[in-house]
């Protein structure tokens, strides 16, 4: 006990020597404790019993009972070369518990061992063929448990629970068809099953598609419990089979009358479901309803059928017949209908059910965020975006950092949208979290601090995944830390990185493209030009990727002849360039002013049918202007619409400079007011560069008026506020600004976006008193031009100052 296996031996030996005989319970502690103390003692004391001519079997039997509770496997190996050195020949106490540790941990031994033992003359009862069996079924040795049930079976032993533990280990191992196939083989030996046998061969049956052995087991057992029905229905479901489906629905409600599960009905509105027979699954809701048992599974089953077919209207009319049934829907049903709307509808039908999830009380849970977080993810708007974004504050009660899953949805959502702050707010709950990332998470985590500057996160994590955890990471993880690297300047750092782990992880040709992209950033060509030598050594080839962003790094170190070698290089390795590649060529030569060549690749581009999109015609557009280019600019946007392209913000910002430098105030007033009729895109600062270009009055009626309701119609009613602001400044200083400047049209759109944006109260109400003061219209009616500028608070009783938008 005090761990003195050496001095135990020896006074052992001591009382052997003296004639007295040792009891064979000295040896059983003495091999009891050194087991427990681990292998390395019990070999101690295998040793020191060499000296002894025999051991007691029953001693060695007891330490290979700790082996068989601990599952040493060793340990009884050492037990056994003792039994076999100073017990033999073994005896069947040594062979019990020798192969209950073997029929789990080696399957050949134990077939030795088995073999050996009957041999002996030892008989294996069915009890112990049993747990030779149990315990061989769940560690996978197949083998073994077939040559003990065969020794069962030879000698007429077995029983109704043997072919339970043998059917059990078929269906562990996946080996179903065997264990359908015992059946035959239980009939034959004239033993009845049992219900719980039964619903087993059942379930087995349907699952391998033995629908003939499925319907014997039914009429056999006369129907048997509900949960045979349930799992012949499953799989009438698998084959797409609805009227087999209701076929047994209609054979369970004879065999079971009104006592019959809901849970039967639920399979089978399932099945119908399944099969695509929505028709038939409402049809069943309709009766299972008039009877009285539908519950929330029913109503759901048929929601989650019309939804995944796209049919959200019809879904929602389930919806609100499950109400009126008495029914409440649950986070379950709604979550169905949100999953349906972002896939198959529009974000409005989104909003929509989470007012009315708002609504009924219903709970924003974890899957409601995760389906937000797509939408969020997908969103063509903006503000479609930040409004599923919102979701996550508006979720009290869910903590996306108990759920791997829920956690990565979140975090892609927020890199994807660029959401710094709701990113910084995720990663430190994560810090006082209990949540191990996986390695695809690690890979997101990179992502995350690299956009949120946080370099020294992005090496703690990754010392953390590598070292402390010990994990490999995978190629996407890989490539993700070293964009984090590259995107913040350390792109040496990311080439060492990758030279010490691309004999484990193999590199590929996006890890060599984000060096590309990293030492492009910093304006190192040379650089970039190694990173591609290396992938070419690694016998990578080159993609539109990297040869995209090497000709990248060469435009922006302003070595254009290089990076058009480059772009001749890559169509004769039959890469074709794509519409980034041209974008990235164009830019370089109107940055050199060459603008005749740039509008030639143009053109080349479009011969060879690649799309132009905005970006690039707003490349052109801007450097035809950077470069007083004004015809050439005329072209562009009149070549644009029939391109099929519409302008962006940038564009509008380009145009109003192309007219500031042509001294044309009312072309860009014009053209301000052609983008405030698309509503398609916000106006941005550079729209208020019209104010200020040199030889040009102060703005008048018409520049407030079209810059303000264009802003407040866009949706940036800050900055709409910000310029009717001024508009009253300049009339309170008495410049030539008159009180109809800005006009009740532009009011109401402008008070009406304020509404819109919550910002009625902070925006508004000094607005309101800038009006006042500069003596203007307010958006409710005229103020008379003697009143006195009292204060004014937005939703105040004096009605004649009470906005009618």
């Known amino acids: 006990r005090g761990g003195r296996f050496g001095a135990a031996v020896l006074e052992l030996e001591a009382l052997r020597a003296g004639g007295a005989e040792v009891p064979p319970r000295a040896f059983a502690e003495l091999l009891q404790a050194a087991q427990l103390a681990g292998n390395a003692s019990l070999r101690e004391v295998a040793r020191g019993l060499g000296g002894f001519p025999q051991v007691p079997a029953q001693a060695i039997a007891a330490a290979l009972v700790e082996c068989v509770r601990k599952e040493d496997a060793i340990g009884a190996r050492i037990l056994e ?30 077939s030795k061992l088995f073999k050996e033992m009957l041999h002996e003359g030892c008989f294996a009862s069915e009890g112990f063929a049993g747990a030779l069996m149990a315990r061989a079924g769940e560690a996978g040795n197949l083998i073994f448990v077939e040559e003990v049930a065969d020794y069962l079976r030879g000698r007429s032993m077995m029983t109704l629970a043997t072919f339970k533990t043998l059917m059990k280990a078929y269906a562990t191992n996946n080996q179903i068809e065997k264990a359908c196939d015992l059946y035959d083989d239980i009939v034959a030996s004239g033993i009845e099953p049992d219900q719980v046998m039964y619903g087993c061969l059942v379930k087995f049956a349907v699952r391998c598609g033995r629908s003939d052995l499925s319907q014997r087991l039914l009429a056999k057992t006369q129907g048997g419990d509900a949960q045979n029905y349930v799992c012949l229905i499953r799989g009438a479901a ?47 809701l309709k009766e299972i309803a008039q009877r009285g048992v539908a519950n929330r599974i029913t109503y759901n089953t048929l929601i989650k059928g019309h939804c995944a077919s796209g049919d959200v209207a019809t879904a929602r009319h389930v919806l609100r017949s499950m109400s009126e049934a008495g029914l409440a829907p649950d986070s379950a049903s709604y979550n169905c209908l949100l999953g349906a709307a972002a896939e198959h509808s529009s974000c409005d039908d989104v909003w929509q059910i989470l007012q009315e999830m708002d609504r009924v009380g219903v709970a924003v849970d974890g899957y409601t965020v995760s389906i937000m977080m797509k939408v969020a993810k997908r969103a063509r708007n903006p503000r479609d975006a930040s409004r599923a974004l919102a979701v996550l504050d508006q979720a009290t009660g869910v903590s996306v950092c108990d759920d791997e899953v829920l956690f990565n949805t979140v975090l892609d959502a927020c890199i994807t949208r660029k959401d710094i702050a709701r990113l910084e707010k995720v990663t430190r709950q994560l810090a006082i979290s209990k949540l191990s990332p996986t390695v695809h998470s690690y890979g997101l985590l990179f992502k995350a601090f690299g956009m949120l500057k946080q370099l020294g996160r992005c090496r703690d994590l990754w010392t953390e995944m590598t070292e402390r955890r010990a994990m490999l990471p995978s190629c996407i993880t890989l490539s993700c830390m070293l964009d984090a690297l590259s995107c913040a300047g350390c792109v040496e750092e990311a080439v060492s990185l990758l030279a010490a782990w691309k004999e484990r992880v193999p590199a590929n040709t996006v890890m060599y493209s984000t060096l590309i992209k990293g030492f492009a950033n910093v304006g190192d060509a040379d650089r970039a030009a190694d990173m591609c030598r290396d992938l070419r050594a690694d016998g990578l080839q080159m993609n539109l990727v990297a040869y995209t962003a090497l000709i990248d790094a060469h435009v922006r170190a302003g070595k254009l002849r290089q990076a058009r070698q480059l772009f001749q290089q890559m169509q004769d390795e039959s890469c074709e360039p794509n519409l980034i590649t041209y974008s990235t060529l164009v830019k370089g030569y109107c940055l050199e002013g060459d603008l005749d060549e740039a509008l030639r690749l143009f053109s080349s581009m479009m011969r060879r049918g690649v799309a132009a999109d905005t970006v690039i015609f707003n490349t052109l557009l801007d450097g035809c202007v950077k470069h007083s280019r004004f015809d050439l600019a005329d072209n562009i946007l009149e070549e644009m619409p029939r391109c099929g392209v519409k302008p962006s913000n940038f564009t509008l910002s380009i145009t109003v400079k192309l007219w500031g430098k042509r001294q044309r105030l009312d072309k860009a007033i014009e053209a301000v007011r052609a983008q405030r009729g698309v509503g398609s895109h916000c106006l941005d600062s550079q729209v208020g560069a019209i104010k200020s270009w040199p030889g040009c009055a102060d703005p008048d009626v018409a520049v407030y008026n079209a810059l303000i309701t264009g802003l407040a119609r866009c949706g940036d009613s800050r900055r709409a506020a910000d310029i009717a602001t001024e508009a009253c400044e300049a009339a309170i200083l008495r410049r030539a600004v008159s009180t109809k400047t800005l006009s009740s049209d532009c009011l109401r759109s402008l008070f009406a976006a304020l509404r819109q944006d919550g910002l009625e109260r902070d925006l508004g109400a000094p607005l309101e008193q800038k009006l006042r003061l500069a003596r203007m219209l307010l958006p409710g009616g005229p103020e008379p031009r003697d009143a006195a500028p009292a204060p004014l608070r937005l939703g105040s009783e004096q009605p004649r100052l009470e906005p009618e938008w």
């Open 81 to 110: 070369d003792v039994a076999r050195a100073k017990a033999a020949p073994m005896q069947y106490v040594v062979f019990e518990p020798l192969l209950k540790v073997m029929a789990k941990a080696d399957a050949n031994h134990a």
């Open 238 to 284: 698998k084959n797409n089979d609805a009227d087999k489906a209701v076929e047994l629905l209609r054979a369970a409600e004879r065999s079971h009358g009104k006592t019959l599960d809901i849970a039967v009905y639920n399979c089978a509105v399932d099945a119908c479901v399944t099969a695509g027979r929505i028709d038939r699954a409402a049809e069943l």
